[in-house]
Nanobody, 119 residues
Framework: VQLVESGGDLVQPGGSLRLSCAAS????????MGWYRQAPGKQRELVAT???????NYADSVKGRFTISRDNAKNTVYLQLNSLKPEDTAVYYC??????????????WGQGTQVTVSS
């Protein structure tokens, strides 16, 4: 299984970005999907998660600014980032709980995509 993220970029404060993460490989069903981020010198933290049934959960720091969504037919999760602040600068990682009856591993991570918010 591979998770491939895209969409990271350099953006000015107040700007917007849309991150995408597509899963491929031995997939039977994808359960929860989510986005995490890690800023320099800090621990990786939860940004948002979404269940297969589209229930969402957000970190307090991004509520009202970020929106997570998914397309189950495309095995893809998205993160819309609006009203970006310099403190949103981080590497953003995609995470997914992926089940396949012949594969023991369930928890997968993408390689990360850099989001930099700066004027």
């Amino acid at each position: 299984v591979q998770l491939v993220e895209s969409g990271g970029d350099l953006v000015q404060p107040g700007g917007s970005l849309r991150l995408s993460c597509a899963a491929s490989g031995s997939i039977f069903v994808i359960n929860d999907m989510g986005w995490y981020r890690q800023a320099p010198g800090k621990q990786r933290e939860l940004v948002a998660t979404i269940t297969r049934g589209f229930s969402t959960n957000y970190a307090d720091s991004v509520k009202g600014r970020f929106t997570i969504s998914r397309d189950n037919a495309k095995n893809t999760v998205y993160l819309q980032l609006n009203s970006l602040k310099p403190e949103d600068t981080a590497v953003y990682y995609c995470n997914a709980d992926i089940f396949h009856p012949k594969v023991r591993q369930r928890d997968y991570w993408g390689q990360g995509t850099q989001v930099t918010v700066s004027s």
